[in-house]
């Protein structure tokens, strides 16, 4: 297994809560590391965050299907959020947990998706059921005019980086960086960065 949460204290409790049924490969604080490290220890069942610096968890899982298709994602998250769940299935994910769901919960989980099934949090399930039945089996997917490049930017912007800070990370020249900057804010329309920081608040891109 392979954790990710941007909280050390979180992390290192959940190693220590799944030590004793699982291997436990590694630890990881943010999406990007997590997509190296998820090539590296080829862990059977990956269980991330969403909210987490650099890139985001559910960016992370869209990225992760094209390397690691055989992987199994739990997302654990704060955000009892129907519509986000249904965001995160569409992305890949085999379960969605919250943080408050009880400790055997997450166990029983992990042990369903790395027999290939999905799991739900019973916080949740009723409403996604009902969600997905009213939009036709199909969730609304906010972030569809962008491209994963131009998603990985704008969480960047949103979280304060530099032009110069996002094309060093993402390892491409300062000027595609205002290019791709530029693209986004033509494709939702709008004219500030401030009014990107409330898109990507919108999607759990950063925090509120």
């Known amino acids: 297994m392979l954790l990710a949460d941007d909280h050390a204290v979180i992390a290192e409790g ?3 809560l799944l030590k004793d049924s699982f291997e436990v490969v590694g630890v990881v604080h943010d999406g990007r590391t997590l997509l190296d490290r998820a090539e590296v220890l080829r862990p059977d069942v990956i269980v991330t965050d969403i909210s987490m610096p650099s ?21 654990l998250t704060m955000h009892r959020d129907t519509h986000l769940a ?4 569409r ?3 085999s379960g969605y947990l919250l943080k408050v769901s009880p400790a055997e919960e997450l166990i029983d989980a992990i042990r369903e998706v790395a027999q290939g099934r999905s799991y739900v949090t019973t916080l949740l399930a009723k409403d996604l059921i009902t969600l997905l039945i009213q939009a036709g089996g199909a969730a609304c997917d906010e972030g569809a005019p962008l491209t994963p490049r131009q998603r990985e930017v704008l969480q ?5 980086r530099t032009m110069k800070e996002v094309a060093s990370i993402l390892n491409i020249s300062p000027r595609t960086a205002e290019s791709h900057k530029y693209e986004i804010m033509q494709a939702l329309g709008v004219k500030t960065t401030a009014e ?3 898109y990507a608040m919108r999607l759990k891109l950063v925090g509120e």
């Open 14 to 16: 959940l190693q220590a």
């Open 55 to 75: 890139m985001n968890g559910l960016e992370a899982v869209r990225q992760l299907r094209s390397r690691r298709p055989d992987a199994k994602v739990i997302v």
């Open 86 to 89: 249904a965001e995160a299935f």
């Open 91 to 93: 992305a890949g994910v």
């Open 156 to 160: 960047l912007v949103a979280e304060g």
């Open 196 to 198: 990107l920081v409330q």
